[in-house]
């Protein structure tokens, strides 16, 4: 059984590898531009996990969980262009760089090269792999127009809140997960299962970032506090405190949404303290748990011993934070 | 055997069946939006055709042919944004109608759905069907970006157009006659023969295209006379002229081109002139020809009695113009 560092490292040497033609320079340049910048390699080593903990071979895996990476780059390629977002990790964004015609071509010939990759599964799981992959591509295309629609709406439920990140972040984990577990030979059940636990995890440790950003601490999680609340993003906490603010408190909050002028640090005060006289951060806990719960009891029902689901349970637990 | 309007009505229909989630709307809608607008659908009829000429049922072509057309629309979405096309065939582009984030998320979403309608073919030929599907993909994509990059370039070859307009309009009419020949029971040979004929075919259709628009009858044609050299699109015509243009010629070719604030119907006179002298519309007509006789050489060595191979004869003929 490998580690996640040592999956990660993996990954990370046959992202290293891989190549694309030279010609033409502006549609396969950006391409390798955004592998190289990094990131985690959360998605594609947890698939490798997958299918190393169901007793396959995680180098016949490798092609699939470069899949799920280059898929994951095209979605963030294309999500920079519509959140005008100008740096990715401190580097300039591929539409930054070059220019925006070329991160929307770039980012269609990666989706086409993530097709190219996963098609390479056996032939024995090639239809259901597919069917995943495909089925994980349209609920991230879902969740980010949900996300993107939700800015202009002045209401959006805790359910659909909750459903636009199960579906922009968490299928995505469960994907890969799924298709991961197929391939190292997991039954159907126990696909669904490790499906279920990381779409549940993924749902809760995006919860937990929302928590984190009001609530955690700046010098552990590196992030300025409250940048949620400065720019007005619709949060699980946002839509818990519309939702259960009644008159005053409600009139209150929306007075800091209303101003675009307002003080940065005291919005940031006045709105923490609404979350706090609304019981706010206890609920979103409430939440996590439920969420992390219901993917460690997934876990739990997989047909495999307790050593090979550790590694899986090491993970989640190193994705739950307990001090906030 | 059907001939070519009644696989285009076949397809028609079966593209007004075609349904999408009601949510989000600003994904699915603009899906029903841009493929409502219509065309030929000569792609998709022409995936048809090939499976019926080899003796295929063609109702069980109709998903990868739906695959082809719903593929050639993603790309005319996004390739609107690029171009920042206005109009298409005469209605607001997506990007237009609603937003050019939308344009980019619905032309991803669309091209997940072309793949899942490819994915639909027989186990048989699957592996090969969604080679050919991702070959022809890349191929768009990279012709999509040689085009862009032409424009800012000041020299471009014939050698690199014709591989500009192979990549870009060609090898999807390959494709699409080359899935639908291995629907229909082909064999690699005539499948690969098939793919020639539409390939070359598409090349040839191309460089009329930019005859036609110098040369062309505007009555017959619907177009403005000479919008390519006003824009100072480089087609072949140019890019002949330009290579064979000596001193002075070529210092007043190059004068026309400089001249943002020419008058359009002088420009076009005097370019036009230039064309005659050099004898550009001859050596034109003399690739056209070429191109599509080695289509037609394709088309006389696929296996099968010339009654069958009449239907892409007949669509042949049809697409190239004689009078010009």
């Given at each position: 059984m490998k580690t996640l560092t040592e999956l990660q490292t993996?990954?990370?040497?046959?992202?290293?590898?891989?190549?694309?033609?030279?010609?033409p320079p502006d549609l396969y340049e950006p391409i390798s531009y955004i592998l190289s910048i990094g990131g985690k390699r959360l998605r594609p080593a947890l698939l490798l996990m997958a299918c190393d903990i169901f007793g396959g071979d995680v180098n016949k895996a490798v092609k699939a969980a470069l899949a799920i990476e280059v898929f994951h780059n095209f979605t963030l390629m294309h999500d920079d262009i519509m959140d005008k977002a100008p740096l990715r990790r401190g580097k300039a964004t591929?539409?930054?760089?070059w220019n925006q015609n070329v991160a929307i071509l770039s980012g269609d010939a990666m989706m086409v090269e993530a097709n190219k990759l996963m098609?390479?599964?056996?032939?024995?799981?090639?239809?259901?792999?597919?069917?995943?992959?495909?089925?994980?591509?349209?609920g991230v295309c879902e969740g980010q127009q949900f996300d993107m629609s939700f800015e202009s709406r002045d209401h959006v439920s805790a359910k659909e809140y909750i459903n636009m990140i199960r579906l922009k972040t968490a299928v995505l984990l469960g994907g890969a997960l799924k298709i991961g577990a197929l391939i190292g030979g997991a039954n159907e059940k126990d696909a669904?299962?490790?499906?279920?636990?990381?779409?549940?995890?993924?749902?809760?440790?995006q919860l937990q970032d929302d928590v984190l950003d009001v609530y955690g601490d700046p010098d552990k999680f590196g992030k300025q506090v409250g940048g949620d609340i400065i720019s007005n993003k619709k949060?699980?906490?946002?839509?818990?405190?519309?939702?259960?603010?009644?008159?005053?408190t409600a009139g209150e909050l929306q007075k800091w949404l209303n101003n675009p002028k307002a003080d940065?640090?005291?919005?940031v005060a006045a709105v923490t303290g609404i979350y706090n006289q609304l019981n706010i951060r206890e609920q979103a806990k409430q939440a996590i748990q439920s969420y992390a719960g219901?993917?460690?009891?997934?876990?739990?029902?997989?047909?495999?011993p307790v050593t090979q689901k550790q590694y899986l349970n090491a993970f989640a637990d190193s994705l739950m934070v307990r001090d906030y």
């Open positions: 993996l990954i990370q040497k046959a992202i290293e590898q891989l190549s694309y033609p030279a010609q591929v539409h930054e760089h098609l390479q599964v056996d032939d024995r799981i090639l239809r259901p792999v597919m069917d995943i992959f495909n089925n994980t591509a349209t669904n299962l490790i499906y279920t636990f990381g779409e549940q995890l993924g749902i809760a440790f949060t699980y906490l946002l839509i818990k405190a519309q939702e259960l603010a009644r008159a005053g940065s640090r005291k919005k219901k993917a460690f009891t997934a876990l739990n029902e997989i047909d495999l």
